[in-house]
């Protein structure tokens, strides 16, 4: 089906179509040459996903302070699976493991099958929510960048999800958007931007619920899980996760997409890679206040919050992409310019693209993405004009 009858999107869709194809066709792949619980490579099936189902197991045996102490947690995860299994940690504050804790009572594979599909259909009901039409919301769970999402047994389908409804919904519930905003706070890194929209809006409703779900969340977890857990999140879980980041080596490299990584990968200093990092994170939030306080239609500001929020931060992957394919499938679908078009196939491609980047020590993400956010910026107002408005309108 079609995402528009614009007939200068058809080679780009079609492009689109291929580079998807290509990318569930190495998904499947992976999937194939698993054997039982563990890849090709000795890691879990389904990689990051182990990382929650061991937390679950923590839960349900009543060792929730273990679930943040690397050297317990990696000890569970080798008696649950291998002897020899790679190191896991876990990186997340007390708050989602509300998400992890269904998964304590059962087996690996199960498990992994019913977290992607909760995935797969909390992304389709955003997305349903978010496009006017069924066929850009198919196309966007096509999208390379949900393959990878699947492959890498992430949250980036719940994140996209989150981001995209509380954007479309801002203006129209604006508490119903604080809410997803709050709960996206799981991952806070991801919503960096978030409160700069809000406030360039003076969506106030917005932010003093986005404020309340966090506390919200934060007191129940406290109630569920007990303080202990926060303290070992703060003391060991965090110090962990900063080390990984300034010291760390291995494939998660190749996924991330931050100047700081960059920076890493060229082999600059961790601290001197997070001084490359601010710019960065200053023009994304430049770009946001400007986007957010123009007249722009509610898919431009989103567009820019997507991009630009991914530009600001230091910590983001491949599988936080799938935002990105959702800018990218409004791009295809307008009767736009040249650049419009590239710029949706580079979007699309993107969560693929980075890896082999990265891989070569060419990282080229950041500046990619502050490419787009400058293009972004400059056509917001052409963006914006009726015809285009009536092309993307919110769903009513």
């Excluded at 990318?23 to 890849?39: E, I, V």
């Excluded at 996903?49 to 060792?63: C, I, K, M, P, S």
């Excluded at 994304?284 to 007249?295: E, K, L, P, T």
Aim: charged share 10%.
């Amino acid at each position: 089906m079609p995402v528009t009858a614009h007939p200068t999107a058809s080679h780009t869709l079609a492009l689109l179509g291929v580079l998807s194809a290509l990318s569930w066709g190495l998904a499947l792949t992976y999937f194939a040459t698993g054997h039982g619980n563990l890849d090709a490579t000795g890691h879990a099936l389904g990689r990051d996903f182990v990382n929650l189902w061991t937390a679950g197991h923590l839960v349900a045996d009543g060792r929730v302070a273990a679930i943040f102490d690397p050297a317990q947690f990696g000890a569970v995860q080798r008696a649950l699976l291998s002897p020899n299994f790679p190191l896991h940690f876990w990186s997340y504050p007390p708050t989602f493991l509300f998400a992890a804790a269904p998964f304590g009572k059962v087996s690996y594979l199960p498990g992994f099958i019913l977290w992607s599909l909760a995935g797969f259909v909390a992304l389709a009901a955003a997305a349903r929510t978010f496009f006017p039409r069924w066929g850009q919301a198919a196309w966007l769970l096509t999208s390379p960048a949900v393959a990878v999402n699947l492959v890498l047994g992430q949250n980036g389908a719940f994140t996209a999800a989150l981001i995209m409804s509380g954007c479309i919904l801002m203006a129209r519930r604006p508490a119903a958007s604080g809410a997803l905003f709050g709960v996206l706070t799981f991952k806070p890194h991801l919503g960096l931007l978030a409160p700069i929209a809000m406030l360039a809006q003076r969506r106030w409703t917005t932010v003093l619920i986005a404020g309340l779900v966090t506390l919200a969340l934060a007191g129940l977890s406290v109630v569920a899980f007990g303080i202990d857990a926060w303290r070992a999140f703060v003391q060991k879980a965090l110090p962990m996760q900063a080390a990984m980041m300034e010291q760390g080596q291995g494939p998660f490299q190749w996924m991330m997409t931050s100047a700081f990584m960059a920076g890493r990968l060229l082999g600059i200093s961790a601290e001197w890679s997070m001084v490359l990092q601010v710019p960065f994170t200053l023009a994304g939030a430049v770009f946001v206040w400007r986007a957010w306080r123009s007249d722009a239609d509610a898919y431009v500001k989103f567009s820019m919050l997507a991009v630009a929020g991914l530009m600001a931060t230091p910590q983001a992957f491949n599988y936080d992409m799938i935002p990105l394919a959702a800018v990218a499938v409004l791009l295809a679908g307008k009767d736009g310019s040249l650049r419009d078009r590239l710029t949706s196939q580079l979007l699309w491609a993107l969560p693929i693209l980075i890896m082999a980047l990265n891989v070569i020590r060419l990282p080229l993400a950041p500046l990619i993405l502050l490419g787009i956010a400058v293009h972004l910026d400059r056509t917001r107002i052409a963006c914006a004009l009726p015809e285009s408005r009536n092309a993307i309108a919110p769903a009513k």
